[in-house]
């Protein structure tokens, strides 16, 4: 369970995210979509610390990120939230001098000081689900875009999270790889995995999230089921950004 | 000619002192400039000023004076060094503050992306510089590492001056000796190319194996 309390954030004198308080209960697949420069990404990784937060309350599962903690303890919590959530980025960021596998079991070696053997066959059975098992000995510069997003989805994966959280996980791919990403993360979402999605696919986030999170100018909008969004948006905001969408 | 190679065994001792010379403080001056590195970029602010300060002092003097003070200037407090020790002593303090500069450079030109995608799985700072970011930006450093390197293999002609028989001073022995010039400083001058690009050759394998991805 994901929670915010008057989250805000500050870069200098611009303020990026205007006291959003929110509750994302468990199995639930939020897709949070909005205007460039509205403040969805920084929404996304606020929560699981890459920005530190300027106001508010970040909880996670019960860790608790306050913005009025000392550094040292609000650091201690970000580190535990982040063992609980996996995170897929819109540049997918492997590491480019690690295989595949080796991708998906670092965390496992380094953070959980598994077993080698016992790691490698959690990264087996990851890469075997985005169906990229034939390419574990593979270094990503010789993956395609699509494929190594899968593989950075395994690699989040490997952690056991309780919560995925992916930042426009599409976005750098060419569209015809657009589709077998979005295939393993509607899977994920089919096993009942909770998941905040930052996205663009309009019709993806209408066919697989259940709940909508309009953001525009570093608030939320709007927030309803998908169905309800996209059928009959109650704000004119939300209503003129999905005009300007589905036109093209 | 025939001095040259009489006195080849001589020559091939001074040529071994530089090359040992050279793998010391290349050896110590890469552990001094990527803790250097990693102070400067990672460190509090105590730490990254004394990188800081270190780096201009070491970049804004002259090796030779360096190599004299380390030398000649300890004795008045008492530390007494033999030459080869404050040679290698001189040199791995010298070229680890370039070493850093280096490493500093290779370091930021990862993309954050990288550290963020280690944080994100709940690695430490520590545990996302040592496994995911040092990896990649030796990479990135090891062409210029080379020139580094190269130059510290020649810079060893400096502790001639505090009397380490190294290969320049193994060649003034010989021409106070004999009172020939050109054969045997050319002869020291073909030896130090061909250590230099022994030297280029091993860094390009090493540069080679790291690109394997």
């Known amino acids: ?86 995170m897929v980025f819109q540049q997918f960021n492997l590491y480019p001098h690690k295989t595949a596998l080796e991708n998906v079991i670092e965390a496992l070696l380094i953070v959980k000081v598994m077993k080698k053997s016992d790691a490698v066959s959690i990264g087996e059975k990851l890469l075997q689900r985005v169906g990229l098992i034939d390419k574990k000995d593979s270094y990503p510069s010789k993956l395609s875009g699509g494929q190594q997003q899968r593989v950075a989805i395994a690699r989040a994966l490997a952690m056991e999270p309780a919560i995925m959280l992916f930042d426009e996980p599409t976005s750098a791919l060419d569209p015809e790889l657009v589709g077998e990403v979005l295939t393993v993360i509607r899977e994920l979402a089919e ?58 | ?46 730490l990254q000023g004394i990188s800081r300060v270190y780096v201009s002092i ?18 008045d407090y008492g530390i007494t060094l033999g030459p080869l020790t404050a040679a290698c002593i001189a040199l791995s303090i010298n070229i680890g503050a370039y070493v850093s500069e ?30 995911i970011i040092l990896p990649q930006a030796i990479r990135v450093a090891i062409p210029p590492l080379g020139n580094t390197f190269v130059g510290m293999l020649k810079e060893t002609s400096l502790v001639s001056v505090i009397a380490v028989t190294e290969l320049l001073r193994s060649a003034q022995l010989l021409v106070a000796q004999y009172y020939v010039y050109m054969p045997i400083y050319l002869s020291i001058g073909v030896m130090y190319w061909i250590m230099s690009t022994g030297f280029t050759f091993i860094l390009n394998k090493v540069e080679k194996r790291l690109s394997v991805y």
């Open chain 1, 191 to 248: 096993e009942g995995m909770s998941m905040i999605i930052v996205t663009h696919e309009m019709r993806f986030a209408r066919d697989v999230a259940d709940r909508i999170l309009f953001m525009a100018d570093g608030e939320i909008v709007e927030d309803a089921t998908s169905e309800q969004f996209f059928e009959n948006p109650r704000t004119k905001r939300a209503k003129k950004f999905l005009e300007k969408v589905i036109e093209y």
């Open chain 2, 58 to 75: 070491i970049r804004g003097t002259p090796p030779l004076v360096q190599i004299v003070i380390v030398y000649y200037g300890l004795v």
């Open chain 1, 1 to 86: 369970m994901i929670q915010t309390k008057n989250l805000s954030k500050k870069f200098v004198d611009n303020e990026v995210l205007k006291n959003i308080s929110v509750d994302i209960p468990d199995q639930q697949v939020v897709a949070v979509i909005g205007p460039s420069g509205s403040g969805k990404s920084t929404f996304l990784r606020c929560l699981n610390g890459l920005e530190e937060i300027s106001g508010g309350i970040v909880d996670v599962n019960g860790l608790i990120v306050d913005a009025f903690d000392a550094k040292k303890i609000r650091q201690k919590s970000v580190r535990s939230i982040r063992q609980q959530t996996g």
């Open chain 2, 102 to 131: 280096t490493f500093r450079g290779a370091i930021q030109a990862i993309p954050s992306g990288q550290t963020e995608a280690a944080l994100a799985t709940g690695m430490s700072e520590q545990q996302a510089v040592r496994r």
């Open chain 2, 1 to 46: 000619m025939n001095i040259v190679i009489e006195n080849l065994p001589f020559l091939f001792k001074g040529a071994y002192y530089t090359l040992l010379i050279t793998i010391i403080s290349m050896f110590f001056g890469l552990i001094i400039g990527v803790l250097t590195a990693i102070a400067r970029l990672k460190g509090n602010r105590l």
